[in-house]
């Protein structure tokens, strides 16, 4: 009996968290409720999405300028850089995934973010490769729902699997080139002044920096979602984050994408992934930033 009541308690907690997680991207914002969607998370973080429908893949030893011609990219931030998209992109030749240890033929949703529909990082990545630019595209995901800047950075909820993800990249041989941070709409809904963001953003990209990977990060500026309009607060925030000498370069500006290309107000619509996966190949094709160290 005892065991049953528990098995239902948590069902219930779940099934609040996801409501949650729902009500809080698209319409509220409360902390309350945005907690609710932290209890989500973690429970997505623990357990091993099942990667049945994915093609195991290996990559051969490359050096010199195959090595240069290899995108390794960390991919992060809430639902906008996971699988919040109205529909699957198509897979491309050369465009892998990396999640817990093991190496796929990239295809939507990716396995390292929450969300069950379309990314931008598979058309961006096809994208990368059809241009000549690149021979090969891995993508390492993680990223979040409605999620606050806080919870990447220390004592935040999801700074401990942030790093996890980033020291089992490198454990398996991958030396990240670009790291893609797109957020700020759960900051720009639940009114977080700038200087936070910049404290928080710093703190966060310290403790990466601590793992040794010295990639240049590219900061988007997000702050679009649903009832909520353009954060300038935000938005300005993540503007001054900019400084190349640190690594630290603009991403595109991904506010430029209005209601007509979100499906439901917040998260992008079919035509609307194509145009951020445009907007942020033009991001990292004109400021590609000081390449890391060997």
């Not at 995901?141 to 606050?148: I, L, N, R, V, W």
């Not at 209005?258 to 619509?269: E, K, P």
Request: hydrophobic share 45%; charged share 20%; glycine share 12%.
């Amino acid at each position: 009996m005892q065991s049953r009541l528990i098995a239902a308690s948590v069902l219930v907690c779940a099934l609040a968290a996801f409501a949650g997680g729902i009500l809080f991207e698209h319409y509220v914002g409360a902390d309350a409720v945005m907690d609710w969607a932290g209890l989500r998370d973690a429970w997505f973080m623990h357990q091993s999405r099942s990667a049945g429908d994915r093609k195991a893949a290996s990559l051969p030893v490359v050096a010199g300028a195959a090595a240069e011609r290899t995108m390794v990219a960390f991919v992060f931030g809430q639902s906008n850089a996971g699988n919040g998209g109205e529909s699957a992109g198509p897979p491309h030749p050369g465009v892998f995934e990396f999640y817990r240890g093991h190496l796929y033929e990239a295809r939507d949703p990716l396995l390292g973010a929450t969300g069950d529909g379309g990314s931008i990082w598979l058309r961006f990545a096809g994208k990368a490769v059809a241009s000549g630019a690149y021979d090969r595209v891995i993508l390492v995901p993680f990223a979040f729902g409605p999620s606050t800047v806080a919870r990447f950075a220390p004592g935040g909820s999801l700074n401990a699997g942030l790093l996890a993800t980033i020291a089992d990249a490198r454990a398996n041989g991958l030396r990240f080139t670009h790291l893609l941070w797109e957020q700020g709409e759960a900051d720009a809904m639940a009114k977080t002044p700038g200087p936070v963001y910049r404290e928080k953003f710093n703190a966060m990209l310290a403790s990466i920096r601590r793992e040794g990977v010295a990639a240049p990060i590219f900061v988007a500026r997000a702050t679009r979602c649903a009832k909520v309009r353009p954060s300038g607060e935000i938005g300005d925030a993540q503007r001054s984050l900019v400084d190349p000498p640190a690594g630290v370069l603009a991403g595109p500006d991904l506010d430029r994408l209005g209601l007509a290309d979100r499906y439901d107000g917040c998260h992008f619509s079919t035509e609307g992934l194509d145009r951020a996966a445009d907007l942020w190949l033009d991001a990292i094709g004109t400021e590609r930033g000081p390449p890391p160290p060997r």
